[in-house]
């Protein structure tokens, strides 16, 4: 057991350097942008599944929450919101980078992905051409605030430390966690049994996916860095992975039966996708 903790131990300090430049620089956009994203997302209109599919991409902090919140406020489609929670990988992009993973499969991956959060959004608003409301706008300040978020509220420096503080804390404990079960159960049995198993694999790793916050997404690309599950339930995960933002819906947004609706037609987008990677041997 020592052994595991200190290899995990010292599997996460290698990466703290990265991971700290990697936030710093996403810091520092996210602050020159400010509240441009969040308002050409409320006014693009028909074009919302585009815009909202190509800007989820950036790791912007809350934006699924912001999502979340216009859609309540009838101020996007459903097909934009879809778009939206569907593009956003929280922090895939971040571990990636700091792994050293290859920079033209981190762009596949993310052109995969905003490839079906597109044709998924504009597929979405295409059946149910829902009409626009501007009439009850509301502000996302303070919901980012409740989430917990306080990315415009302190320096670009100590934003990023928090970050870098946080996802350490996460790729630690959840490397530990795969170490002792590898030694317990074995890699075959996770990666073959579990998630090697057409649609199988992609629905198990949508549930994952499914967990409102960030530690979903560390899970999954902490996964396919080690090679437990294959490209598809990772596609799988990461497109059912929101952030926040599905929890954020459901406080939000009172409808609830429509809220499950949501979800549901996300998992199925997020299954198909993966599924569809698995069966046409899509590698990134």
Known sequence: MIDLLLDSLL??????????????FMEYIEHKTNNKIENAIEKCGKAGPLLGGVLGIIPQCGFSSVAANFYAGKLITLGTLIAIFASTSDEMLPILIASSFPAGSIARILLFKVGVAVAAGFAIDLIL??????????????LCEKQHCNCHGSGIFSSAVRHTLNISIFIFVISLIFSVLINLI??????ETLFGTPVIGEIAAAAIG????????????????DSLITPGPMIAGLIMNSGVGLAVLFKMNPNMKENFKILGALFVVSVAAGFAVTLFGITF
């Open 11 to 24: 599997d996460t300090l290698k990466l703290i350097p990265f991971l700290f430049l990697t936030y710093l």
């Open 129 to 142: 051409r829902r009409k626009l409301s501007h009439e009850h706008e509301q502000d996302i300040h303070p």
């Open 186 to 191: 074995g890699t075959h049995f996770i990666s």
């Open 210 to 225: 499914m967990i409102p916050n960030c530690a979903s997404s560390v899970v999954i690309t902490q996964m396919y860095l």
